[in-house]
């Protein structure tokens, strides 16, 4: 059968045959094992129901290893034979374009060069999975491949649900993911219900099928980095070291970013599979494995002032106390090992080998959660001395502050706050995500890097003509998007789909979208995907993270994340997603997707300028709210915008009433 051929049958009447463990593939590590002996009976009743009766008998006991070895079933026989890649839309089975674009973007997030465990179907984060097993891709991409514009597939966790009747504006497919009781959504209760099938961890874009590899937080990485630094000198970064650990999926954006910012980078990382990856596609420049090394190397290059990216592999706790004994000074610091999952792969243990904290952590699980708590306590007591002598470091968002402390390091400033700030209180919040910028982004479903490219001119030509009249408040965010879409082919920064990341607030990303549909109206390039990272505005309540800069007590409220994807739902989008989960960790935080076809026509025209001001806008009024000036400078220009918008606007208490 044809590629087309095998998407139109979804799971097999007839079993394939089984598929070998790949060793050769990056694989998730060995889940716990959590269930008794009646609830992995219940996860072998649950898995059996994608297959006919006549089948149970045989995938029993292949199902029933799988559940023993790996602690999750991940149905590897199922797998296709075909090759995982974003194909053109024009090579996919669809009835509606729309859900072939969504086929597209699926494949895109499971693609080898993208995903980091592909064949467990996790794209980032050590457990951001795009589905739960095999069956579930098979069916969603038949259901999408046959569906019409008027139904609606939806996915809870993972799992299709069914088509169900609807309208040409409603979204095509709605995604849950991880949608627990609150009482039942602590770390264990993850490890719990996902063995048993039921539930899955999205991360952000995984489960919302938009990420679009390490580019996706790149963008972001690099105004981190430049703010960063203009916060501890005026001169730039040339010659300034920034130390930071992980090279997965999303932090494997770190060196790359690192060198746009022009300062010199050492990312450690345990991994060598991961080190290597990030290697080949050029994202890091150099690999070194001896401490001794790197630090001879780290001297060099701050003398020269080079801009130059670095690879150790080994534990970052290595890194942060031999720099401490080595005298070499760190001007930035951060982490982005995946501290939101810390007990099953996110973060590793200083003094074990990759492959005995893999064995420690599926074994052994409690002693494996003593060991990575002596090695946070190890990190922060390094840390701490390197700030002591001037470091700027700050947390990534990753839950480093949060596990420190539950691990008894010396991390707090007092009882309710810590000594470091998380990026968004310090950078991200104030000086973008209140202003309504954000990671938006988009992907040519015609595959072609020439449309791409004409893509990034038109995003240019907006910019530029929008920075002419942008008020003072703004127009630093403004040169810093034009110097990064400018610089954007350059940086070779496409993995897998070809595919933009840009921060731009509601007025650009509706300008730039209005253009791109034009140029697709007018037969220039192809369809576009729009997108953006949950990472932003209005999509996401995480107190320790997107909503850290909110201090009037509503940043342990999730209103906002569900009102973004409810209000986005009709208002446009082509699909939706609303998440547990995130970078911060299951049952830290709530966060909503979507995602929208540009087909060149006046519906799309019309869905693109009512959702995007809407998605960029909902963040900006609660943000408002809070009493955070900037986004009440934002929620005034934006009702000087547009007359139908009114937003509830705080009064300001003067203290000294109180």
């Given at each position: 059968m044809n590629f087309k051929e095998q998407i139109l049958t979804g799971i097999p009447s007839e079993l394939p045959s089984p598929k070998g463990y790949d060793p050769q593939v990056n694989h998730a590590p060995k889940r716990k094992d959590i269930l008794s002996v009646e609830e992995k009976k219940l996860a072998l009743k649950n898995a059996l129901r994608y297959f006919k009766q006549e089948h149970h008998k045989e995938l029993i006991p292949?199902?029933?290893?799988?559940?023993?070895?790996?602690?999750?079933?991940?149905?590897?026989?199922?797998?296709?034979?075909?090759?995982?890649?974003?194909?053109?839309?024009?090579?996919?089975?669809?009835?509606?374009?729309?859900?072939?674009?969504?086929?597209?973007?699926?494949?895109?997030?499971?693609?080898?060069?993208?995903?980091?465990?592909?064949?467990?179907?996790?794209?980032?984060?050590?457990?951001?999975?795009?589905?739960?097993?095999?069956?579930?891709?098979?069916?969603?991409?038949?259901?999408?491949?046959?569906?019409?514009?008027?139904?609606?597939?939806?996915?809870?966790?993972?799992?299709?649900?069914?088509?169900?009747?609807?309208?040409?504006?409603?979204?095509?497919?709605?995604?849950?993911?991880?949608?627990?009781?609150?009482?039942?959504?602590?770390p264990d209760d993850w490890e719990k219900y996902n063995a048993l099938g039921v539930t899955q961890y999205g991360q952000m874009t995984a489960g919302s099928y938009m990420y679009i590899g390490p580019q996706g937080i790149v963008h972001g990485t690099t105004i981190t980095i430049l703010n960063a630094g203009r916060k501890i000198a005026k001169d730039g970064l040339a010659g300034k070291l920034f130390v930071s650990a992980g090279l997965g999926g999303m932090s494997g954006a770190q060196p790359k970013a690192g060198n746009i910012a022009g300062?010199?980078?050492?990312?450690?990382?345990?991994?060598?599979?991961?080190?290597?990856?990030?290697?080949?596609?050029?994202?890091?420049?150099?690999?070194?494995?001896?401490?001794?090394?790197?630090?001879?190397?780290?001297?060099?290059?701050?003398?020269?002032?080079?801009?130059?990216?670095?690879?150790?592999?080994?534990?970052?706790?290595?890194?942060?106390?031999?720099?401490?004994?080595?005298?070499?000074?760190?001007?930035?610091?951060?982490?982005?090992?995946?501290?939101?999952?810390?007990?099953?792969?996110?973060?590793?243990?200083?003094?074990?080998?990759?492959?005995?904290?893999?064995?420690?952590?599926?074994?052994?699980?409690?002693?494996?959660?003593?060991?990575?708590?002596?090695?946070?306590?190890?990190?922060?007591?390094?840390?701490?001395?390197?700030?002591?002598?001037?470091?700027?470091?700050?947390?990534?968002?990753?839950?480093?502050?949060?596990?420190?402390?539950?691990?008894?390091?010396?991390?707090?400033?007092?009882?309710?706050?810590?000594?470091?700030?998380?990026?968004?209180?310090?950078?991200?919040?104030?000086?973008?995500?209140?202003?309504?910028?954000?990671?938006?982004?988009?992907?040519?479903?015609?595959?072609?890097?020439?449309?791409?490219?004409?893509?990034?001119?038109?995003?240019?030509?907006?910019?530029?003509?929008?920075?002419?009249?942008?008020?003072?408040?703004?127009?630093?965010?403004?040169?810093?998007?034009?110097?990064?879409?400018?610089?954007?082919?350059?940086?070779k920064l496409v993995v897998g789909s070809q595919a933009r990341i840009l921060y731009a607030d509601a007025e650009g990303r509706i300008k730039i979208a209005t253009a791109f549909n034009?140029?697709?109206?007018?037969?220039?390039?192809?369809?576009?995907?729009?997108?953006?990272d949950h990472h932003d505005v209005s999509g996401t309540d995480s107190p320790y993270r997107e909503t850290s800069n909110i201090y009037d007590g509503s940043q342990f409220t999730a209103d906002m994340a569900i009102q973004n994807v409810i209000g986005d739902s009709f208002r446009g989008a082509t699909w939706v997603s609303i998440h547990n989960g995130g970078g911060v960790g299951w049952g830290e935080v709530m966060n909503g997707g979507f995602g929208m076809l540009l087909d060149g026509s006046e519906e799309a025209q019309q869905r693109l300028e009512n959702m995007l001001f809407y998605d960029v806008n909902n963040g900006i009024a609660r943000r408002s709210w809070a009493r955070n000036n900037e986004a009440i400078f934002a929620a005034k220009r934006a009702m000087s915008h547009n007359p139908n918008l009114k937003i509830t606007l705080p009064e300001i208490v003067d203290d000294s009433l109180l």
């Open positions: 292949e199902f029933k290893e799988e559940l023993e070895t790996y602690g999750r079933i991940y149905m590897y026989r199922f797998r296709p034979d075909y090759d995982m890649y974003a194909r053109p839309l024009n090579e996919y089975p669809f009835q509606s374009e729309q859900a072939g674009a969504i086929m597209l973007m699926i494949q895109n997030n499971l693609n080898p060069a993208v995903a980091q465990h592909p064949h467990e179907l996790i794209t980032y984060g050590g457990n951001g999975a795009v589905f739960q097993n095999w069956a579930q891709y098979l069916l969603t991409m038949q259901y999408l491949a046959t569906m019409t514009d008027e139904q609606t597939l939806h996915m809870y966790s993972g799992h299709p649900m069914g088509l169900f009747p609807s309208s040409k504006d409603a979204p095509r497919v709605v995604v849950t993911n991880g949608m627990m009781i609150p009482n039942y959504s602590k300062c010199i980078s050492v990312v450690a990382e345990v991994n060598e599979k991961a080190i290597n990856t990030r290697h080949s596609q050029g994202w890091v420049d150099e690999k070194v494995s001896d401490i001794q090394v790197l630090i001879d190397r780290v001297r060099k290059v701050k003398q020269g002032k080079e801009v130059v990216s670095i690879a150790y592999h080994g534990n970052i706790v290595e890194v942060w106390e031999a720099f401490a004994e080595a005298d070499i000074h760190i001007e930035l610091g951060s982490d982005q090992t995946s501290l939101h999952n810390p007990w099953a792969g996110g973060y590793y243990p200083v003094e074990l080998s990759f492959e005995e904290a893999n064995q420690l952590m599926s074994e052994k699980p409690e002693v494996f959660k003593i060991k990575v708590q002596e090695s946070l306590r190890r990190q922060v007591a390094a840390i701490n001395k390197h700030t002591a002598n001037g470091t700027y470091f700050f947390d990534y968002g990753n839950a480093f502050l949060l596990e420190a402390a539950r691990a008894g390091a010396d991390i707090m400033k007092n009882d309710q706050e810590f000594k470091y700030p998380s990026y968004v209180q310090d950078i991200m919040g104030p000086m973008c995500f209140d202003y309504g910028f954000g990671p938006f982004r988009w992907v040519c479903t015609s595959g072609k890097p020439e449309d791409l490219e004409v893509t990034d001119k038109l995003a240019c030509e907006v910019l530029e003509e929008m920075r002419k009249t942008a008020p003072e408040e703004i127009q630093q965010q403004m040169a810093d998007n034009i110097q990064w879409i400018k610089g954007a082919a350059e940086n034009k140029a697709v109206k007018e037969g220039k390039i192809g369809s576009v995907v729009l997108g953006r």
